[in-house]
Nanobody, 117 residues
Framework: QVQLVESGGGLVQPGGSLRLSCAAS????????MSWYRQAPGLARELVAAITRFEGNTNYADAVKERFTISRDNVKSTVYLQMNSLKLEDTAVYYC??????????WGRGTQVTVSS
C-alpha cells in the first residue's frame, strides 16, 4: 500500500505561481509513475503531468506545457508540481496519483488551487 499527502494549494492571482507537493509513504519502492491530475467543478478529472520515478521522463497536458513543471525527489518519495503563469482556468482540485506494484494506483485527497483576481 502507498499513502499520499498533497500540500501547497491556495489562492493566487492570475500570473502568479504555486508549488504543489505530494509525499508518499508505505511501499514507495514499488512506485514507478507519479502524476498530477486536476478536477474543476462540473468537469472530469484530467491528467496534468506525469513523471517516471526512475528515468524522470515527463508528460504534460497541452494546456499546461511551458507553464508547469513536474519533478520528483526519490530520496524523499515526493513529487512536485511547479505552476507558473497561472490562469483562471487552472482553478481546480489537484490530485496526486502514483502507480506501483503490478499496476495498483493510489490517490491523494486533493488540494485546492484557486486562481482569482
Amino acid at each position: 500500500q502507498v499513502q499520499l499527502v498533497e500540500s501547497g494549494g491556495g489562492l493566487v492571482q492570475p500570473g502568479g505561481s504555486l508549488r504543489l507537493s505530494c509525499a508518499a509513504s508505505g511501499f514507495t519502492s514499488s512506485v514507478y509513475v507519479m502524476s498530477w491530475y486536476r478536477q474543476a467543478p462540473g468537469l472530469a478529472r484530467e491528467l496534468v503531468a506525469a513523471i517516471t520515478r526512475f528515468e524522470g521522463n515527463t508528460n504534460y497536458a497541452d494546456a499546461v506545457k511551458e507553464r508547469f513543471t513536474i519533478s520528483r525527489d526519490n530520496v524523499k518519495s515526493t513529487v512536485y508540481l511547479q505552476m507558473n503563469s497561472l490562469k483562471l482556468e487552472d482553478t481546480a482540485v489537484y490530485y496526486c496519483k502514483v502507480t506501483y506494484g503490478l499496476g495498483d494506483v493510489a490517490w491523494g485527497r486533493g488540494t485546492q488551487v484557486t486562481v482569482s483576481s
